[in-house]
C-alpha cells in the first residue's frame, strides 16, 4: 500500500513481522482463554450433569415407589 510517488521506495516487511508477532501472541492468548472457558464451562457442564441426574435419579425412585404402590 504505497501513496503516489513511493514506487522507488523498498518494500516494508516490519509492520508485517509485528503484525504476526501480535497475530500469535493474540491467538496464544485467545486459546488460553477458551481453553480456560471452556475448562469451566465443562467443570460447570460436568456438575450441571451430575446435579441433574442426581434430581432425575431421585425423582425417577420417587415416581417408582409411588408407581409400585
Known sequence: M???GDEDLPPDTSNEETF??????????????WK??????M???ENDLRTF????????????GIWEE
Open 2 to 4: 504505497y501513496g503516489i
Open 20 to 33: 504476526m508477532g501480535i497475530w500469535k501472541n493474540d491467538l496464544r492468548t485467545f486459546m488460553g482463554i
Open 36 to 41: 480456560n472457558d471452556l475448562r469451566t464451562f
Open 43 to 45: 467443570g460447570i457442564w
Open 53 to 64: 441426574m442426581g434430581i432425575w435419579e431421585n425423582d425417577l425412585r420417587t415416581f417408582m
